[in-house]
């Protein structure tokens, strides 16, 4: 047995496809998306605070390095 991953382009293919299962050539395994996948994992994903400004990204690396230089 050979599975494939197929794009449908045309609905007529679809339909091709259905017929084809119908008469017990094929079976279909659905395959989720990839925005699906994503968007199932990212649920799973601890959810952060909302983005930063550029400032205050530029205040947190002013300050990291300011705490870098007194270590020295």
């Known amino acids: 047995m050979e599975t494939l991953t197929i794009e449908i382009k045309d609905p007529k293919a679809r339909k091709l ?6 008469l ?9 998306n990839w925005v699906d996948l994503w ?10 605070e909302p983005d930063l400004t550029e ?3 530029m205040a947190e690396i002013k300050a990291y390095r300011q705490e870098k230089s007194h270590v020295r």
């Open 39 to 48: 968007n199932k994992l990212d649920g799973k994903l601890p959810q952060t």
């Open 24 to 32: 017990g050539v094929i079976s279909i395994k659905n395959q989720s």
């Open 17 to 22: 496809i259905e017929d084809l299962v119908d």
């Open 55 to 57: 400032e205050e990204i």
